[in-house]
Nanobody, 120 residues
């Protein structure tokens, strides 16, 4: 019913930047909160940043001041701008969205993940 597709991951040197995108498609009526999570090898998935439908944002302490979450409601797309990247930011990044569908369902939807590697 609803799909999320992430893009923008890759290999970057420490101190560099990347911008992740998360495009939602399908039978979407509206999207409430959107979030970015990450999972490093051998670790649990953790919340990186979250943005409400009204634009309120919250961040993990480890990324505050370096990452910025945003969204374009007209395009059903979310973004994560990542600056001053560190090797410890290396992980697979997942997008999550809380969606109301045209059929009247409420879904928690996950993307397939996009890998980010920070290394020299």
């Amino acid at each position: 019913q609803v799909q999320l597709v992430e893009s923008g991951g890759g290999l970057v040197q420490p101190g560099g930047s990347l911008r992740l995108s998360c495009a939602a498609s399908g039978s979407i009526f509206s999207i409430n909160a959107m979030g970015w999570y990450r999972q490093a090898p051998g670790k649990e998935r953790e919340l990186v940043a979250r943005i409400s439908s009204g634009g309120s944002t919250s961040y993990a302490d480890s990324v505050k001041g370096r990452f910025t979450i945003s969204r374009d409601n007209a395009k059903n797309t979310g973004y994560l701008q990542m600056n001053s990247l560190k090797p410890e930011d290396t992980a697979v990044y997942y997008c999550n969205a809380e969606c109301h569908t045209i059929e009247g369902d409420y879904l928690q939807v996950w993307g397939q993940g996009t890998p980010v590697t920070v290394s020299s």
